[in-house]
């Protein structure tokens, strides 16, 4: 066994974990690991700021599926953290925080930069740790990267205090390896029983959460829902799990991200079988009027997950995957494939009838059309990144999405500034996908010096910014008080013209006022994006009063008519 620097033990064990590029800012306290990183194949990417960091070490694992890593100095670099620990936590995704330290002898002094980032990192991680002993060093990070994956995956902090990372241990990474993963299966009997209630239903639907795409998960879903031909909604976290041109496909139910004709499609359901969801409080609205009728059977990893917003009717504790396989098997033994009967055509009937109109023409342009452009110029591998406002509630409803890990949004916490580094993650990840952000105006903004990261790295990605010059989201939730207070931002009173932002960056930029016009700016930008390899803007111009639904609760959907009278149990042969 050889006796080496513990940060060179601590290079290896990121690489033989699969990381091969991390996102960060060099500092003082944080040096020796920086050194042995210099002589490993992992790539690391200089950002602009630590939130920023930790958004593309974010992005990089919703692309991958493994765990992101970005890596900071001591005091204000963790504190800077903090929002992207809270981020990650809140949806579910596996990413290491490391932070730089004072001098173990030192932190109790005051010394400069050394703050306590253990304790303030412990509510927004599963684990937040300090290094003790530079002989833990490989076996933390190991149990680091397990914790990560484990369960419901989220992000670690492990602090370094700077003496620490500067001493040796005794390391070899030949007879090393990743710690293993603990796959939860179902219990057969909680398998049968949700069996029992999906067989005895009239209008059944599969709910598929986030915790389906985590799992990778989408074949099996596709298989037990075509087998028994019941129709698929899935949650905003969720998109992606199932494709959305598949007859099956029941569109999203919720507040805001939804679909018309699937909120009227969960209101006339009478059972769901939620995998991998935890019925946020956007997709519920009112619980009464969510609940009222139907019996709902949720599928969770995570065993305090059951019954932590309404106490489900049967609970079942496992990984989406093997629960998913589960009750596939259980479903061939019992029964033959299914034809299309009459409640997975009422679905249909409902997608035909309440589908939200995106094909105008008006100017200023209205914001679906923005959408419906996006549809139809990008193809289904393009990865669109997203975060929070009209923009993305408009995305919701509007986008269209067929396959995983291509719809990634911080769904929870929802941090404005989210979506140009996590684009520039997932570009890292994968240099050959098409990366789109949809942004707004002021999200943009609050990181927009991460743009001049990805020119400095060549990281190539098309931004589309919706810009309706005001505070959107916060305008309308403003409404009931009767005011519209500190939200204008058009140019010449405190906006900012965003082309010149970009040029000023050394990227291009073009703005767009009529629609017609959308094509041709996509097609350019897409086209100048690879050439040059910049992050190239389009910022379309849309209409100012524009406001998406924010109803009280899913009785705001009333626009179609009631459902036909079904017969008692699920008309399987017609």
Not at 4 to 10: D, K, Q
Not at 324 to 340: I, Q, S
Not at 459 to 482: C, H, K, S, T, W
């Amino acid at each position: 066994m050889n006796r080496i620097p513990c940060m060179e033990a601590v290079a290896e064990v990121l690489a033989s974990e699969g990381v091969d590029t991390v996102f960060g800012i060099p500092g003082a306290a944080i040096l020796p690991l920086y050194a042995a990183l210099l002589k490993s194949p992992i790539k690391h990417i200089t950002v602009r700021h630590e939130e920023g960091g930790t958004h593309a070490a974010d992005g990089w694992a919703r692309a991958t599926g493994n765990v992101g890593v970005c890596i900071g100095t001591s005091g204000p670099a963790g504190t800077n953290m903090i929002t992207g620990l809270y981020t990650a936590m809140a949806d579910s995704i596996p990413m290491i925080c490391i932070t730089g330290q004072a001098p173990r002898d030192k932190l109790h002094q005051e010394a400069f930069q050394a703050v306590d980032i253990v304790e303030i990192a412990k509510p927004v991680t599963k684990w937040a740790v300090q290094l003790k002993e530079p002989a833990q060093a490989p076996w933390v990070f190991r149990e680091a990267f397990r914790i990560a994956r484990s369960g419901r995956p989220g992000p670690v902090l492990i602090d370094l205090p700077l003496d620490v990372q500067r001493g040796t241990c005794l390391y070899d990474p030949a007879i090393d390896g990743p710690l293993p993963v603990e796959v939860p299966e179902p219990r057969l009997p909680a398998v049968r029983a949700a069996m029992d209630l999906l067989l005895a239903a009239s209008r059944p639907l599969i709910l598929a959460g986030g915790g389906v795409i985590i799992a990778d998960a989408e074949r099996q879903l596709r298989e037990l829902a075509e087998h028994l031909q019941v129709p698929v909604q899935v949650t905003l976290m969720g998109k992606g799990a199932f494709p959305e041109d598949h007859p099956l496909f029941a569109g999203m139910a919720g507040l805001q991200t939804q679909t018309r004709w699937g909120n009227a499609a969960f209101l006339e359901s009478d059972l769901v079988l939620a995998v991998g969801a935890r019925f946020g409080d956007r997709h519920t609205g009112d619980l009464e009027t969510y609940r009222r009728g139907r019996k709902f059977v949720h599928v969770d990893i995570e065993p305090t997950q059951i019954g932590k917003v309404f106490e489900p009717d049967l609970g079942v504790v496992g990984h989406a995957r093997p629960v998913l396989e589960a009750l596939t098997t259980e479903a061939r033994e019992r029964t033959k494939p299914r034809k299309t009967g009459q409640w997975p055509r009422r679905v249909g009937e409902l997608r035909r009838t309440l589908l939200r109109r995106d094909d105008f023409t008006e100017v200023p342009i209205k914001p679906p059309r923005v959408y419906r452009e996006l549809n139809e110029f990008y193809g289904p591998d393009t990865t669109f990144v997203t975060a929070i406002g009209l923009y993305q509630i408009w995305s919701g409803q509007f986008q269209r999405t067929f396959l995983p890990r291509r719809y990634l949004v911080c769904g929870q916490a929802g941090p404005l500034g989210w979506e140009v580094p996590a684009a520039m993650g997932v570009k890292c990840a994968f240099p050959e996908r098409q990366v789109v952000v949809v942004v707004g105006d002021y999200s943009f903004q609050f990181l927009m010096e991460e743009v001049a990261v990805a020119a400095q790295y060549n990281v190539p990605f098309v931004i589309v910014m919706v810009n309706n010059e005001y505070l959107g989201l916060i305008r309308q939730a403003e409404i009931p008080y009767d005011m519209n207070y500190a939200v204008d931002l058009h140019y010449g009173e405190g906006g900012v013209d965003h082309v010149k932002v970009m040029e000023a960056f050394g990227c291009p930029a073009r703005r767009v006022e009529k629609p017609a016009d959308i094509h041709d700016a996509l097609a350019w930008a897409t086209a100048e994006s690879e050439r040059q390899r910049l992050p190239v803007l389009v910022e379309v111009m849309v209409e100012r009063e524009a406001n998406a639904a924010m109803g009280p609760s899913l009785d705001a959907v009333k626009e179609f008519e009631p459902l036909p009278e079904l017969v008692s149990t699920f008309d399987w042969s017609d």
